[in-house]
């Protein structure tokens, strides 16, 4: 499995995302946010958290305007495989090549904390290492997770089995207590919580291995 | 010339800035605050000859997330 993480100035999870796919079998390539093209042979695109910009004007919007983004968009509108983790689903969701959008927490407080997430769907890459109905314990860290999308379209993320992950306990105010989201195909997947932060014994908690290692047996290169 | 672009989250958005506002005007003594809504003003400083048409698109790509917020633009 080939990697690519993206970089801009901000990230702040981009090297732990970068050891998750290495310890799970990946080889990793950084990529900077003024590249203009991704790495040849690529399976899949990481899109790590942080806070881009300085989440100038929105979170994610001036990452989803700069030059690799537009090659990440690309990768994924030619059926490549890309994750994007609490900001990266920001800045994935301000590309469009997810629907919504991630508002301000419905309690204004960023929150820090471990949260139980319901695996709502292993019919994904990512989630192959679950099974539906598991409720695992991953890291959130954000402001802005409040995911909003109009009714029609949960309607339609929920009746296409494009929700990954729900809240046990929404903490932020999220709509559907959607905590993780699928582009149509599947293989574009972003999510609030950070499975890069529990993904070693040293982090306290190993429930986002299994995302990690699923995804090495069971990626093809667009 | 300039333009001012007005960007505010849409009807039906909760505006969790806009309540915490609203609870503390309540909260200071200033009855009768049924609402509160924040957006933001933008301004641009543009070259002359600048459309209104180039502006909107500039708040349709990025100066708005028309999933969440809705703009107007004033041209000076």
């Known amino acids: 499995m080939h990697a690519a993480v993206v970089v801009f100035p901000g990230s702040n999870c981009d090297r732990d995302l970068a050891v998750a796919f290495e310890a799970a079998g990946a080889k990793v390539s950084m990529v900077w946010h003024k590249d203009t093209k991704l790495p040849d042979g690529l399976d899949i695109v990481g899109v790590p958290g942080g806070f881009s910009f300085g989440d100038y004007l929105r979170c994610g919007a001036i990452a989803a305007n700069s030059p690799i983004c537009n090659e990440v968009k690309a990768h994924a509108d030619r059926g490549g495989y890309a994750i994007g983790i609490c900001n990266g689903f920001q800045v994935l969701a301000e590309t469009g090549v997810l629907p919504g959008a991630l508002l301000r927490n419905a309690g204004l407080k960023y929150i820090c904390k471990t949260v139980g997430l319901n695996v709502v769907t292993s019919q994904c890459a990512y989630t192959e290492g679950y099974s539906v109905g598991d409720v695992i314990d991953i890291p959130i860290a954000h402001h802005d997770g409040n995911y909003f999308a109009d009714d029609e379209t949960i309607a339609r993320l929920q009746g296409e089995d494009r929700v990954a992950f729900t809240y046990t306990d929404n903490p932020n105010g999220a709509k559907g207590d959607i905590a993780g989201i699928l582009s149509a195909n599947k293989r574009v997947l972003g999510m609030m919580p950070h499975p890069e932060r529990a993904a070693d014994a040293g982090h306290g908690g190993t429930d986002g291995q299994a995302l990690f290692r699923a995804l090495s047996g069971v990626l093809t290169p667009a | ?76």
Not at chain 2, 15 to 29: I, N, S, Y
């Open chain 2, 1 to 76: 010339m300039k333009a001012r672009v007005h960007v505010m989250l849409k009807n039906g958005v909760l505006d969790p800035q806009g309540e915490a506002v609203r609870h503390a005007l309540g909260a200071m003594g200033f009855d009768g605050v049924n609402g509160v809504r924040q957006g933001k003003v933008i301004e641009l400083d543009l070259a002359d000859g600048t459309t209104e048409a180039t502006v909107k698109e500039m708040c349709e790509r990025l100066l708005s997330n028309m999933v969440i917020e809705s703009y107007t633009v004033e041209m000076s």
